[in-house]
């Protein structure tokens, strides 16, 4: 896509027109008299288009489905400190 470079004036003028050029996949390169500062490239594809992409990769797997909510197995029963028994434990 196109690559435009701008002056900081030339952007506070004309925002939302820059904004729709990158909604539309150019990047905007900003300049600080005439150095490059800072740059408005469009967002990363989105969260389900990734995982999407992970899914026909084979790296993850899902139903589309929230998972179930388990009980934990181990349950503290006793009015000791989680940290207070992990150091028994360890001893």
Avoid: C
Avoid at 16 to 33: D, N
Avoid at 43 to 61: C, D, F, N, W, Y
Avoid at 71 to 91: A, H, W
Wanted: without cysteine; aromatic residues 4%; proline residues 5%.
């Amino acid at each position: 896509m196109a690559q435009y470079k701008i002056g900081i004036r030339d952007l506070k003028a004309h925002l939302s027109s820059y904004l729709e050029k990158v909604q539309k996949g150019h990047t905007i390169i900003i300049t600080s008299h005439g150095k490059p500062i800072a740059q408005l490239t469009p967002t990363q594809e989105e969260l389900m288009a990734r995982v999407k992409a992970l899914q026909a990769a084979g790296l993850i797997a899902w139903n589309g489905k929230k998972p179930p909510i388990r009980k934990p197995k181990v349950m503290n029963t006793t009015n000791k400190l989680m940290s207070d028994l992990v150091v028994e434990m360890r001893q």
